[in-house]
């Protein structure tokens, strides 16, 4: 086993199991790059994102509002879910779009917000009208479902303009729970 981040094999942690009906996993330690991951690391069923919705507001969405207000261009949002992020966003200078892979979740977003653009399949390069660089890509609890964040994060980078902003939120190992 290697880290998946900075690819140590010394020393590394078990923190905790992690097991729900559908999957099994355990919590390790990076005591190199501090980085905490799960191994094996498998996507969740692709249903099991499809169906569940947990959607609602963050507290980093205001955090990063504050700091990307004033400004304008593409703002996407992978993991929009029904758009609560992006309706804070609205009318303030960015041209909007969302990517969600649960189908209802989009729907909702594309009543509430009828002038972004939305796409319910994760792929970059993103589709046909889409733009093709972003000042703003928001991933709000994203990139711990990803079995290569490493990929996932070169690709964004790949549709973010030159000095672009990327945002990422993910669980704080310490708010974990133990089973
Ligand atoms: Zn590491």
Known sequence: MRCPLCGNKNGLISVMKVAYPEIEYRMIHC????????FPMVEAPKEYYAEKEWYGERWEFAKVWEIIKGGSGNLLEIGCG???FLEKCRGKGYSLYGIDINKNAINKARE????????TKLCIP??????EKYNIVCAFHILEHMSDPVKFLK????ILINKGLLFVSIPSPRRAQKI
């Open 31 to 38: 005591p190199v790059c501090g980085l905490t991951f799960a």
């Open 82 to 84: 029904e758009g609560f």
């Open 112 to 119: 509430k917000i009828p002038e972004a653009r939305f796409y």
């Open 126 to 131: 993103l589709p046909e009208g889409f733009p």
């Open 155 to 158: 690709d964004i980078n790949s």
